[in-house]
């Protein structure tokens, strides 16, 4: 995989590292993103700590792994158990195996989607409780283990391309409007960091119209709520192209 990624924080002007955190490694064919819960910060606790320290520990826990074996369950109890910050974050981590399958775990509401000749093949469902409380890893008594993380299994090709993100992407842009704007860039031989900030561009001007009708707005309306425009949010997307299978 050929993987770039582009991260833009909520509070650009005082937090710059926001509750976000990502991380890429082509040598072992795996990404990962998590979100720290901003719930915490009622409690007086940085959210972005644990999620922070925890996609640090999912690092040093894949390169660990066999090389183009990476067990991405093995790789997120791994970093679960030693990640002991206060907080607690949504996550996701995907891996490129050599007998061309991609591996995944996913826990709460970040996730990814794959696209295929111009077309969305796959988008990983997200897990919550209710509406706005997803699954999320931490060492409250509340928090979820992460054995109950989806685990997904999907064969790719060579062109694929994977979209993984935050919430602050999902909630903001439809699967279609994902696929148009990646699309677009894939179209043009763009290398994935600059497919990833096109996407994360076009999912924070949405976040910022007060009257926009995004996948959480829609989703609120379901839960009985009355959201009404853009999510403001901390954005991660990484984008992943598929060389060789």
Not at 14 to 20: A, I, Y
Not at 42 to 59: M, P, T
Not at 169 to 176: G, I, K
Request: glycine residues 8%; aromatic residues 6%; negative net charge.
């Amino acid at each position: 995989m050929m993987c770039g990624s582009f991260y833009i924080a909520k509070d650009r002007e005082s937090r710059l590292q926001g509750d976000d955190c990502h991380f890429i490694c082509e040598e072992m064919q795996t990404i990962g993103v998590a979100d720290g819960v901003g719930g915490w910060s009622k409690h007086g606790v940085d959210a972005g700590v644990y999620a922070r320290e925890l996609i640090n520990n999912s690092l040093l826990a894949t390169l660990t792994q066999p090389l183009s074996q990476v067990d991405p369950m093995k790789v997120l109890d791994e970093a679960s158990v030693k990640t002991r910050a206060a907080g607690s974050s949504t996550a996701c981590i995907v891996t490129l195996h050599k007998d061309n399958m991609l591996h995944a775990v996913n826990m709460g509401d970040s996730g990814f989607m794959v696209i295929r000749q111009g077309a969305a093949v796959y988008k990983s469902p997200i897990q919550q409780h209710s509406f706005n409380h997803p699954y999320q890893l931490g060492n409250s008594a509340n928090c979820d283990k992460p054995r109950q993380a989806q685990v997904i299994t999907l064969a790719v090709e060579a062109g694929d391309v994977i979209i993984a993100g935050t919430d602050g992407l999902f909630d903001n842009l439809s699967e279609s409007q994902i696929l148009e704007t990646a699309a677009t860039g894939i179209a043009q031989g763009l290398h994935p960091e600059d497919v990833a900030w096109q996407v994360a561009e076009r999912a924070y001007q949405i976040s910022m119209d007060k009257k926009a009708v995004t996948p959480f707005t829609q989703s609120s309306k379901m839960a009985g709520k009355h959201y009404i425009g853009g999510k403001q949010d901390d954005i991660t997307v990484v984008v992943s192209c598929i060389l060789h299978t």
